[in-house]
């Protein structure tokens, strides 16, 4: 996402500014600092803000005040994250890995960016930026997926695959 934010800083797409949160456990000092100095080297440290990670109700307000979520997992098996900002209307832009490709089908309640790809990743946001018919219409469907994801849908499907897997 450092990456990602330095290509789109410097491509500027119709003049857009761009700054990127970073939302987590603020407790690995090591990891910060690689984080901060990668944003440096991209030129785009101005640009960046560490936030501690939040309670999960806390979320959907957070939500609120941004115009997009990225989500550019290395792994992810599952993600309520996704499923929390989609809920609340927030376009998201996530890996193609695991579960993500569940949740987020490209194009339609999403955007899906290559694994560990800055500049497909910039690509995504680009999309998303200039194109205001394209985000209304991923929040809209985004959170009419996201409303399908409930605990009663989780459980009949496992009980279903157990039922299928035990005859």
Known sequence: AVEALGRL???????LDFELS????TQDEAYLGRL?????????????RFLDQVPQDILPYLFQEYDILLFPSLYEPFSLTLIHAMASGI???ASRVG????IVSDGDTGLLSERNDPTSLASAVTRLAIDATLRSGISERGMRVASTFTLER??????EYLTTAAS
């Open 154 to 159: 989780m459980l009949t499907g496992i009980s």
């Open 99 to 102: 579960g993500n490709t569940e």
């Open 36 to 48: 901060r100095q990668l944003a440096e080297e991209h030129g785009c440290l101005e640009q960046v």
């Open 22 to 25: 970073i939302l987590g456990s």
């Open 9 to 15: 800083r410097a491509e500027r797409p119709d003049n």
């Open 91 to 93: 376009p998201v832009v």
